[in-house]
């Protein structure tokens, strides 16, 4: 079906930039499947997180760099470090908010799971309109800016590949393992699971539920911040990136199974590839280009119609 | 109060059968207009609701119902001898309810979330197909640009007769409206609820859920089919639009902030995002308004505080200001016991 | 000897409704307490009012000398309170393992305890591995009172344990609490009230969310008019 | 001579490596009233839920009036006429008690795609549900929301919905869980006036052995997923075996005398 | 040939504040003072309209983006259509006695949005004219509603062919030049100097196709040869990278020697630190159309040097129109006029221009029967709305990047002005 391409081509045109998106599709992921497959909460707003934490990151690569026109009193000379203050600052802003939403916004709703949606949804809105508000934001697309340390490229098989896809892989892949050690050894996963179903009956057994969703939504919020920061630095930020993200993290979740971990890697992983090697596809074979867009919904609705739980349901 | 209430309804036609010439003369066609997408909407609204409200199944590719009805019309009526619009209407139906039926089916695979995300699945993919600039599909679906300057049967064009058209779209939201209602107060209309409420139970009961989920799809489709049709005889033109995320949300928000499971409330809902839309941008709340503070931005707190306050939507608000919830169901439960402790 | 669990003049509403119109009761350290009341009588709703699970509007409610009136329920449980709800509240998807290490308040609970449970319930260690949605419905109710046990409480509010159990079960687990009633108070609520008055020393009856008797078991035997009159058939 | 209503052959569900219901066969005369008891986990929902259609076997059949059922689905058992009762209360918990009632008798008849017409024209099925909810003693509440009742009504509900559809075959799974002692004889009540009328047969799972002792006609014990013994009330009061796995010391004298009570057995 | 109709949109990296102020900060709707000059005579026109007698304001409705993706352009629109009835009404703000008003309104660069509101100004606000708009689809549903009440629709900046071509009407016409027209610029200038062996890449939409037809067709006719398959990707790409091995592919193996570039949306910036950071940039000369003064900076920082076509910069044109429109733009609005703030002004000046020979009358046969042919003076010099199609043809700059600091942002040397007749595009109205 695809011409023949040679393997170097296959791993550079197709695995590698497949991996680098499926790297932002599972930081966004990952925090959603933790508080949507196990607090039950299908937070609509998670893309307006990673937005927001793109926007913090971008605003301190730019406000403290010494060239900065505008007037800010602290500069940082080194790019390298304003980078990791950024995604520092995007990671902590977004962890902060989302325990903010939960606690004031949320909590309220926990008996009512619809309205959790439909209000997640009412955030988007808000954030969106905060965006454009904000001056220093607006409604225009800001260009990515890559830390110096990044910027080089490497050679690999004959092309060259920009390191700071590497660095998204590597980062994606460190911190899935971390997560994935966090989660095995800490009671908190069962907490949730049992305080989702009846949260008043984990109470009575003497924990604080109320505390441990607030820090999950945190977290998971942190999370979607942090991939939000960056992806910054590769895709830039703009107002609409908190929905279009969105839609691929619900797409990746669904597809690797509720509330499963690794099932959100897996679904990362297979919209990544799937894209990519769309993309190639159509590219060989003069297909409509619209298959490359619509392969991320196709691979769900065929996973979906196969493996009507995801691909990594208990059930 | 009580006595008066069988008119209500009277009353709200005849309000809106008359709006039209309470408006200033030289305004009254752009309020016709309004009002013409406002009936259009709430149908659509009324058709998210019978899903939604009704039978439970929150589906997020409602616009790919919508966008069918309207590409079917557009597409029929762009022939180069348009069939009549009898025959236009009768496809719309067709293909509203297969359609309907069709994704009513999927929910025999998936349930849920599930189903939630494989009809936003779908209708993404046909958002795409359709918006496509594919040498193959684009004389059919007219790629980005849509397919424009569709002609309308010159007895109800909207241009020459606005006044005619916005009476032919009142009366089709009232008729569909009485259909919608018959509908869920009819034995089949119950079993839909009875699905909402606990579907195990239901088939226990003896009934074929999936028969009732097929039902309602196709019928919430075909509605909501009619709806685009209305919308591509009054804009003239079918574009990807009709078939984007933006008007599933819609669907939901108005369906939300009138009221789930009402109806009425819904296509309450469809009247107040119209207008609130109009006179938030409007010249009245833009000098009334600090301008960092957008009508977005507005737009926004204020539905947020509403899910968060008012779960029951306008229509839960107008409940309680008639003072309905002092006779809520607990309250009848409890004097209904008292009698019996006692004895 | 002071009574563990003093509660006075409790007053409770769900939403706005007026549950809870009188209810005071006491239960002396190591003893078994039964409340006793017909169907509606409230009390489920005096045992969540402990618990913190529908709080009280006014009365008092003290555990050892401390107020809980406006304690958020974990912390009550921490005080050492354990608590069995009616109708078991069986996590679906957690295992009976995960049931039982989520119940643990200290590390090593679930070791200090598990012969004690295990011998209750012997069932459950062959179930371990199943789902709380898999488990029958009478094995449901072992997990729901095995998970009361596996910290150390002082005081154990227990809502309708026999429900839903055979015979022999029923009659495994009225020794237990006996036996358990030695280093904790029990506060019982149980329609059975052959297994109530069989275990119970002392008796609360409510009526219509308030205390209208109360006194020891064994004058309780002693008075069928009373027992007719609240419990009905007896 | 009498004619079996229902049979089950070989009967048999595992669920991974448990067997939970193991070779299981019995026969049920049309009128009859019959018990299944056993102890916690003997398999009785199990055996319960493959006779209504809600799981299916691993092996072995199911006759229903002299027809093979094994395996139909679920909605068409209430069809044939066979209506269960749930151990965990499941209602429509936001509609009112009349409606839900409603609902089950209409479920049976052939009017429920008629969407044009409306609900309360078809009075036959109002009249069935005021039945069903005058049998089972619930009057008066039913303009209340189901999820308010108090439990022990939810059980009624919960048999009004299955007597609403008028099932010739009844399945009880331990319809006294969470109703107050007061309450048990008015159920009993029910279920005795439902046995005389003749037109229902019956089988009950039931942990009360007053209960059990004092209905049925004949009693099935379960044990570890097999038949233990099988015989009348009095048969199984008597068998060493049933006492052992089951009854315990407990209710020795109930055995006895199956209506009263013996207050100070332990004390 | 990024910078077309729906253009690049705008990006920004160091200075985020001044961008943005620009961007939100739409002037009022400017009403003039009722006029006191002579009454003209009642036109010949076949309405019975005597507003031109009466002194009635003439109503214009502008549409376009102010506050989302292209709110830069809609800006530079507005801003440039006011200066430009200023400067034809020599300030009056009036024509044959009647002052003109102007209701702008936002259409969030939806195309419904801006159906919605051509519906209101006509209906509620009783404009006469409209403007419109940054998008070509905003363009697209505004012209229909334009036909359906028989007003006239002036375009700009929206390139797409269609609005011109397949889908024109007698209502519409476009002071805004066309990709056709980028093309005609670029095109032949390449090929005799840059290289003969393309690749061309653009985004799979209308508007991609149509720029990537007219690029090929002019350059293959002006003796170019495309050696690859034209490269169409998916607007919603994050990853380009597969696309940007096949044009890596064309220069290792097919020789190609200049990748033309059509871009349009959100991701322009992303794309092109890809094309540089994989090595596109240095196998293929990169031709393509420059942008705005806002977003060159950041985007084209390693591309000082390349040469291309631009529609407009305000150092180019050297005319009084273009000295009055700088000298003016920076006195208000404290900038100099940017890429599409002439194509505003055209717009102005051509309103009024028309409304002058129908002596104030609105009336869409007048009108149209006085803007068909005519020419104008505006800022790039002479506009001549073609009879055919009512496309303006007008002149065009080839030129070289020179600087992307610059703080008076002269970042381009002029190589080659091509003239309106140079750069005539086919006629491809298809009624
Ligand atoms: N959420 C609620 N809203 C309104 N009323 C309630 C609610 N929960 C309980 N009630 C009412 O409060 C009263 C006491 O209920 P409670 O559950 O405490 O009784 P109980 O004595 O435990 O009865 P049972 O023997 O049935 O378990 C009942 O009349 C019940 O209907
Ligand atoms: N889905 C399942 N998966 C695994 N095991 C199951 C499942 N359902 C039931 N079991 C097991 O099968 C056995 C029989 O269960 P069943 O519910 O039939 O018991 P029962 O006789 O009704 O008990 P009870 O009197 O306690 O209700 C139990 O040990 C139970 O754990
Ligand atoms: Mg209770
Ligand atoms: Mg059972």
Redesign the pocket.
């Known amino acids: 079906m695809v011409a023949p391409a040679s393997w170097p081509k296959l791993i550079t045109g197709i695995l590698l930039p497949g991996l680098t998106l499926a790297a932002i599709y599972f930081m966004i992921s990952a925090g959603l499947s933790l508080i949507f497959g196990l607090m039950d909460v299908l937070n609509f707003a998670h893309g307006s997180l990673f937005m927001l934490g793109g926007y913090c990151a971008w605003t301190c690569n730019v406000w403290l760099d010494p060239n900065y026109a505008g007037h800010w009193p602290i500069t940082i000379a080194s790019g390298n470090l304003r980078f990791i203050i950024g995604l520092i600052v995007g990671t902590l802003v977004g962890a902060a908010v989302g325990s903010l939403i939960e606690i004031s916004l949320i909590r309220p709703l926990y008996k009512r799971p619809i309205y959790q949606v439909l209000l997640t949804l009412g955030l988007v809105f808000v954030f969106d309109a905060l965006v454009r508000t904000i001056p220093a934001w607006g409604s225009l697309s800001r260009a990515p800016i890559k830390p110096p340390m990044l910027t080089e490229s490497l050679s690999l098989l004959g092309r060259r590949f920009p390191s700071y896809s590497l660095f998204l892989i590597c980062l994606s892949v460190s911190l899935a393992v971390l997560i994935a050690l966090v989660l095995r050894r800490s009671r908190i996963g069962l907490t949730i699971r049992a305080g989702v179903q009846d949260s008043a009956m984990v109470e009575a057994m003497g924990i604080n539920v109320r505390r441990v969703f607030t820090g999950v939504f945190g977290f998971g919020s942190g999370l979607a911040a942090l991939g939000g920061a960056v992806a910054a630095s590769f895709i830039g930020v703009y107002p609409e990136m908190g929905l279009e993200y969105q839609l691929f993290a619900f797409i990746v979740v669904v597809i690797g199974g509720l509330g499963s971990y690794s099932g959100a890697a897996a679904g990362a992983l297979l919209i990544g590839l799937a894209r990519t090697f769309s993309d190639h596809l159509v590219l060989e074979t003069g297909l409509p280009t619209a298959i490359a867009s619509a392969s991320t919904v196709l691979v769900m609705a065929v996973v979906l119609l196969l493996k009507p739980g995801g691909i990594f349901n208990k059930n | 109060m009580q006595r008066l209430r069988p008119l209500l309804p009277l009353v709200a036609i005849g309000g809106l059968a008359s709006l039209p010439f309470a408006f200033a003369a030289d305004t009254t066609r752009f309020w016709q207009g309004v009002f013409i997408q406002i009936f259009i909407l709430a149908i659509y609204a009324l058709s998210y609701d019978l899903l939604m409200g009704y039978t439970g199944m929150i589906s997020f590719g409602h616009a790919l119902f919508f966008g069918a009805g309207g590409y079917t019309a557009a597409i029929l009526l762009r022939q180069a001898e348009p069939p009549s619009m009898l025959i236009v209407i009768a496809a719309v139906i067709v293909v509203g309810a297969t359609i309907g039926a069709a994704v009513g089916a999927l929910s025999l695979r998936v349930s849920g979330v599930y189903f939630s995300m494989i009809t936003l699945a779908l209708a993404e993919i046909a958002f795409i197909l359709f918006k496509a600039d594919d040498p193959k599909l684009k004389p059919i679906t007219g790629g980005e640009i849509g397919l424009q300057g569709i002609v309308v049967p010159a007895a109800i064009d909207a241009t020459t007769y606005r006044l005619r058209f916005y009476f032919l779209t009142l009366a089709c939201m009232v008729g569909l409206y009485y259909a919608a209602r018959r509908l869920i107060n009819s034995p089949t209309g119950r079993v839909f609820v009875a699905i909402r409420e606990n579907e195990p139970r239901a088939t226990a009961l003896g009934y074929n859920t999936l028969h009732f989920k097929l039902l309602a799809t196709a019928i919430s489709s075909t509605i909501a089919a009619l709806a685009g049709m209305l919308m591509v005889l009054y804009e003239k033109s079918a574009s990807f639009e009709m078939l984007s995320v933006n008007l599933t949300i819609q669907a939901l928000l108005m369906t939300i902030i009138g009221g789930i499971g009402t109806l009425i409330g819904p296509m309450l809902g469809a009247a107040t995002i119209r207008l609130l839309d109009h006179g938030l941008k409007g010249e009245f709340m833009q000098a009334l308004l600090p301008a960092w503070l957008r009508p977005d931005l507005v737009f926004g707190i204020v539905y947020v505080v509403l899910v968060l306050f008012f779960p029951a939507g306008l229509m839960g608000a107008i409940r309680k200001l008639r003072g309905k919830t002092s006779r809520s169901s607990v309250e009848r439960l409890r004097q209904a016991m008292k009698p019996k402790a006692e004895s | 000897m002071t009574p563990i669990l003093e509660v006075e003049q409790l007053q409770t509403f769900i939403g706005q409704y007026h549950i809870l119109h009188d209810v005071s009761l006491q239960a002396e350290q190591g003893s078994i307490t039964a409340i006793l009341g017909r169907n509606g009588a409230g009390k489920t709703t005096t045992l969540k009012s402990i618990m913190g699970l529908t709080p009280p509007q006014a009365g008092s409610i003290r555990f050892a000398g401390q107020r809980l009136n406006s304690l958020r329920t974990f912390s009550i449980a921490q005080l050492g309170i354990g608590y069995v709800p009616e109708h078991r509240a069986i996590f679906r998807d957690l295992t009976v393992t995960e049931h039982l290490i989520l119940a643990e308040r200290k590390r090593g609970d679930l070791r200090r305890r598990g012969d004690l449970i295990f011998s209750l319930f012997p ?1 459950l260690q062959r ?1 371990e591995r ?2 709380g ?7 449901q ?1 072992m997990l729901a009172i095995a998970r009361a046990l596996v910290p150390e409480t002082q005081l154990l509010l227990i809502d309708e344990p026999s429900e ?1 159990l ?1 015979p022999v079960i029923i009659e495994q687990m009225m020794r237990a609490i006996t036996a358990l009633s030695e280093h904790t108070t029990v506060v019982l609520v149980e329609q059975n009230f052959r297994m109530a008055s069989a275990i119970s020393q002392a008796y609360y009856m409510l009526d219509d969310g308030r205390t209208v008797d109360h006194g020891t078991m064994t004058a309780l035997r002693g008075n069928p008019q009373l027992i007719q009159r609240y419990l009905g058939a007896a | 001579m009498p004619n079996v209503l229902l049979k089950t052959e070989h009967l048999s569900r595992s ?2 490596g ?1 067997q ?2 193991r070779d299981v066969s019995i026969a049920v005369e049309e009128g009859s009233f019959h018990s299944v008891i ?10 319960f ?1 493959m006779i209504s259609g809600a799981i299916k076997p691993s092996s072995g059949k199911v006759f229903f009036a002299g027809n093979e059922i094994t395996g139909l689905p679920l909605h068409r058992m209430i069809h044939l006429g066979i209506g269960r009762a749930y ?1 965990i209360t499941s209602l429509f918990p936001s509609l009112s008690v009349a409606e839900n009632v409603r609902l089950a008798a209409q479920a049976r008849g052939r009017d429920t795609f008629k969407f044009w017409q409306h609900s309360d024209r078809f009075e036959r099925y109002h009249e069935r549900a005021q039945a069903a909810l005058k049998l089972v003693g619930l009057r008066g509440v039913e303009q209340v929301l189901a999820s308010a009742l108090p439990h022990g009504d939810k059980r009624k509900l919960e048999l009004a919905l299955l007597l609403a559809s008028e099932p010739r075959l009844l399945l009880l ?2 319809p006294t869980a969470g109703m107050a002692a007061n309450q048990v004889p008015e159920l009993i009540e029910i279920i005795q006036q439902l046995r005389q009328s003749g037109q229902h047969t019956i089988i009950l ?1 039931e ?1 009360r052995m007053d209960v059990v002792m004092s209905i049925s006609d004949q009693i099935t014990v ?1 044990h570890g ?1 097999s038949v233990l013994a099988e015989g009348t009330p009095q048969a199984i009061a008597a068998d060493p075996r049933v006492q052992q796995a089951y009854l315990g010391e407990l209710y020795d004298d109930v055995l006895t005398q199956p209506h009263e009570v013996a207050h100070d057995t332990n004390s | 040939a990024c910078s077309s109709g729906t253009g690049v949109e705008p990006t920004a990296a160091t200075n985020p504040t001044s961008d943005s102020a620009q961007a939100t900060e739409a002037p009022p709707a400017t009403t003039a003072p009722a006029a006191t000059t002579e009454s003209t005579e009642p036109t010949a026109a076949p309405t019975s309209d005597s507003a031109a007698a009466t002194g009635k304001p003439i109503k214009i409705g502008l549409i376009t983006d102010q506050s989302k993706a292209l709110s830069l352009y809609g800006t530079q629109e507005i801003n440039g259509f006011m200066l430009g009835l200023e400067y034809a009404t020599n300030g009056t703000m009036q024509v044959a006695g009647r002052p003109i008003e102007v209701i702008v309104k936002d259409d969030e660069n939806n195309p419904e949005r801006a159906r919605q509101l051509a519906r209101e100004l006509i209906e509620k606000d009783g404009v006469e004219l409209l403007q419109c708009c940054a998008s070509t689809s905003s363009a697209l549903t505004v012209i229909e509603i334009a036909k359906e009440n028989n007003i006239i629709a002036m375009i700009d900046p929206a390139a797409g062919p269609q609005i011109t071509g397949s889908n024109f009407n007698r209502f519409v016409f476009r002071t805004g030049r066309n990709t056709l027209q980028d093309a005609l610029t670029a095109g032949p200038y390449m090929v005799e100097n840059v290289g003969k062996e393309f690749v061309q890449l653009a985004p799979d939409t209308d508007f991609g196709k149509g720029s990537a037809a007219s690029w090929r067709s002019i350059i293959e006719a002006n003796g170019g040869t495309f050696v690859s398959d034209d490269v169409f990707i998916p607007a919603d790409t994050t990853d380009f990278t597969p696309y940007l091995q096949k044009l890596l592919d064309a220069a290792d193996e097919k020789q190609a020697k200049v990748l033309m570039v059509t871009w349009a949306g959100a991701n322009f910036p992303r794309l092109f630190q890809q094309m540089q950071e994989q090595g596109v940039l240095d196998k293929l000369t990169l031709a393509t159309g420059f942008g705005d003064n806002v977003t060159m900076p950041m985007v084209y920082a390693d591309a000082v040097g390349s040469v291309g076509m631009i529609a407009y910069h305000y150092t180019l044109p050297k005319n009084e129109v273009n000295d009055w429109l700088v000298e003016q733009h920076k006195a208000k609005y404290g900038s100099y006029p940017d890429l599409f703030t002439a194509g505003g002004m055209a717009s102005g000046i051509a309103t009024v221009r028309g409304l002058e020979a129908t002596k104030g009358d609105t009336n869409a046969d007048a009108l149209i029967a006085a803007l068909e042919g005519m020419s104008f003076e505006g800022p790039k010099g002479i506009y001549t709305f073609r009879k055919e199609d009512h496309q303006a043809l007008q002149p065009m700059y080839m030129v070289k990047l020179i600087s992307i600091t610059d703080p008076d942002a002269k970042f381009f040397e002029l190589l080659q002005e091509r003239s309106a007749e140079q750069t005539a595009p086919p006629v491809m109205v298809t009624e």
Not at chain 4, 38 to 47: L, Q
């Open positions: 069932d179930l199943l789902l949605s898999q488990l029958s419905g009478g094995q109710q839903g055979a | 669920f991974g448990l939970a219901v056993g102890p916690n986990g003997a398999g009785k929902t199990t055996f839920n151990q799974d331990e799972v942990h379960m997923g």
